[in-house]
Structure formats: structure tokens, C-alpha cells
T-cell receptor
């Protein structure tokens, strides 16, 4: 099946710094990628929809200036957590849509665990 | 009311038994329904999807969809200890491509 690679898998940073997470579709082009956040023992919460060549669409309550999303190519989307705080510590997961909408061909990256000290 | 609801569990089943998981959704216009399995610390992996009312079988897994009652279920036959994980129900609403996840049901298969 299609592969989505996410990097880094784990990152620890100091409070106030910025962290960039990359999401790459390795063997297909993804015009749409999604960024999720998952806190311990909770489900995935959609943060934003990333569209190649256009601005991301953020879900209600997600600060667009804090979580910067760039989808510069059909195989790469990045999420930058700016001025990170301990409450931003979470498991961040990207997914990429392969093929037509509603077909279920949504492939997830391995996730990135962010710990902010 | 949450958009997608699941019993958090844990659902404990003996090895070899059938595990039955349920999921209800609030948007009657939802079109596509998915079951994902997530092991602790890992990202979700798709088990199966279903679009039409009725049953869909894939190996030991059977998804059942009832749009009139707005629920979708997953049966795991001959449960194995390796099936122990959290199972996430996800829904795509009409005219959209965003997955909305339920809270997940934790399943424990005991040898």
C-alpha cells in the first residue's frame, strides 16, 4: 500500500522554541493532507486540512498562527509548532489522501511525539 | 452529542471468541464509514471501510452498516491476542473529505 513518512518520530524541545514536523507521501501524490493531534487516551482530533498550493483550512479552535502548515509540493506538507509550550506536548499524526475522496484511501504517517519541556 | 460515539471499553474477550464493537454517528448525511486499529504509541491503520447498508466481510472482520439507525459495527471473529488494540470508528460526512473519529474502543483479547 501507499506509504506516508513522518519525521521526526520523536522530538523534545524547550518551551518557547519552534518545531517543524514533515509529512511525505513516498509513492503517490497527495493534493490533500490532514494533520491530527492525539492526547493520551484520547482520539484523533483534526487540526487542519492542508491543500497543495493553497492555504490550509484550520478546524475551529486551532490557532493558525501557532500551528503553521505549508504544503508546497504534492508530496510534502509541514507542520511548524511555533513558540511551543508544555501543553502542546502531544502525538501529531499526518495523513494523506490518495485517489478520490470518500474511497477510504487515507494513509497515515507514523506520528511524531512532541514533548515540550 | 458527539459526532461519532463509541464505548471506550475496555472490551475484554477470550481468545477465539467474537469481539463486537459498535459506533453511532449523528450526521444522517454521512456517507463513508471506516474502522481503524491503533496500537499504543502507533498511528492508526485502516481495517476496512463500508459505504452501503448491510454487511461487508474481509477475513476475520465484518463491518455492518445501518444508516437508518445511524450505527456501524465491527465484528472480529476468532479474536487473537494480537487484536488487542484500540479500534477507532471514523466517518466522512456528506460532500466532504474530512474524517471525524470516535473516541475509540479498547479491546483486550485474553489468551
Amino acid at each position: 500500500g501507499a506509504v506516508v513518512s513522518q519525521h521526526p518520530s520523536r522530538v523534545i524541545c524547550k518551551s518557547g522554541t519552534s518545531v517543524k514536523i514533515e509529512c511525505r507521501s513516498l509513492d503517490f501524490q497527495a493534493t490533500t493532507m490532514f494533520w491530527y493531534r492525539q492526547f493520551p487516551k484520547q482520539s484523533l482530533m483534526l487540526m487542519a486540512t492542508s491543500n497543495e498550493g493553497s492555504k490550509a483550512t484550520y478546524e475551529q479552535g486551532v490557532e493558525k498562527d501557532k500551528f503553521l502548515i505549508n504544503h508546497a509540493s504534492l508530496t510534502l506538507s509541514t507542520l511548524t509548532v511555533t513558540s511551543a509550550h508544555p501543553e502542546d506536548s502531544s502525538f501529531y499524526i499526518c495523513s494523506a489522501l490518495a485517489g478520490e475522496t470518500n474511497t477510504g484511501e487515507l494513509f497515515f504517517g507514523e506520528g511524531s511525539r512532541l514533548t515540550v519541556l | 452529542q458527539k459526532e461519532v460515539e463509541q464505548n471506550s471499553g475496555p472490551l475484554s474477550v477470550p481468545e477465539g471468541a467474537i469481539a463486537s464493537l459498535n459506533c453511532t454517528y449523528s450526521d444522517r448525511g454521512s456517507q463513508s464509514f471506516f474502522w481503524y486499529r491503533q496500537y499504543s504509541g502507533k498511528s492508526p491503520e485502516l481495517i476496512m471501510f463500508i459505504y452501503s447498508n448491510g454487511d461487508k466481510e474481509d477475513g476475520r472482520f465484518t463491518a455492518q452498516l445501518n444508516k437508518a439507525s445511524q450505527y456501524v459495527s465491527l465484528l472480529i471473529r476468532d479474536s487473537q491476542p494480537s487484536d488487542s488494540a484500540t479500534y477507532l470508528c471514523a466517518v466522512i460526512k456528506a460532500a466532504g473529505n474530512k474524517l471525524t473519529f470516535g473516541g475509540g474502543t479498547r479491546v483486550l483479547v485474553k489468551p
